[in-house]
């Protein structure tokens, strides 16, 4: 069956910090997909970034990086130099080509609060 | 803005009541799909629909229903509503050409689900 951890509940850091949120995944499929997705106060899920499990590249938005590594089965988001803004509740999401569709499974999430 | 939409954004209603929650996805979207978050379950899935049929279900209780219509706009219908069933309800949806897994899944603001 496929689960995602994200085994830092909190985070808190200063204005300017980088902060990285880690997230592990299990899964028995070849072919996967991976997701984060920010949760802003105001509750909408805003899609940041889809991985496919083929493609193992380090991307980076901005800010934002993600370094993916399927030896660890981890897919892990950095931010640089954080503001404000970036408060929110972070979810790293796993989809299984074969089993289960196109549902995502969620991990429970990571608050993160940047404080001035 | 994600492009999917949800009517209504909050909804209050009593024990025992009905209600529909409504979702158009993104222009072209072919697959809508249904989550519940709660605080004490997280994000869950409850059902997925392509192009008018069902094609996934998760933990949906029997007193929840959906349907797609023929304009791809779908509803969610809770009935013998119970307290636990407060919770924000997120519709998404993605293109899933052929109903095929890996595209990128789009999320509305959500309904927000008070039972009293």
């Known amino acids: 069956a496929q689960k995602v951890t994200q085994a830092q509940t909190e985070i808190s850091v200063v204005e300017k910090e980088d902060v990285t949120l880690d997230c592990v995944y299990e899964?028995?499929?070849?072919?996967?997909?991976l997701f984060w997705y920010k949760q802003p106060p105001s509750g909408e899920l805003v899609f940041l970034i889809r991985?496919?499990?083929?493609?193992?590249q380090n991307e980076i938005s901005g800010r934002y990086s993600w370094n993916f590594q399927k030896s660890t089965s981890s897919f892990n988001f950095t931010i640089t130099a954080s503001q404000v803004v970036d408060s929110a509740v972070y979810f790293c999401?796993?989809?299984?080509?074969?089993?289960?569709?196109?549902?995502?499974?969620f991990g429970e999430g990571t608050q993160l609060t940047v404080n001035p | 803005d994600s492009g999917v939409t949800q009517t209504p954004k909050h909804l209050i209603t009593a024990t025992g009541q009905r209600v529909t929650l409504r979702c158009s996805p993104r222009?072209?979207?072919?697959?809508v799909y249904w989550y519940q978050q709660s605080l004490d379950q997280g994000l869950q899935f409850l059902i997925h629909?392509?192009?008018?049929?069902?094609?996934a279900k998760g933990n949906i209780l029997e007193r929840f229903s959906a349907q797609q219509f023929p304009d791809l706009h779908s509803e969610l219908n809770l009935s013998s509503l119970e307290l636990g069933d407060s919770a924000l309800y997120f519709c998404?949806?993605?293109?899933?050409?052929?109903?095929?897994?890996?595209?990128?899944?789009?999320f509305g603001e959500g309904s927000w689900l008070t039972v009293v």
């Open positions: 999401a796993l989809s299984e080509a074969r089993t289960s569709g196109s549902r995502l499974t």
């Open positions: 899964t028995r499929d070849t072919t996967y997909y």
């Open positions: 998404a949806s993605s293109l899933n050409v052929g109903g095929l897994s890996g595209n990128t899944i789009y």
């Open positions: 629909y392509y192009n008018g049929e069902e094609r």
């Open positions: 991985r496919n499990s083929f493609d193992e």
């Open positions: 222009s072209g979207d072919l697959s």
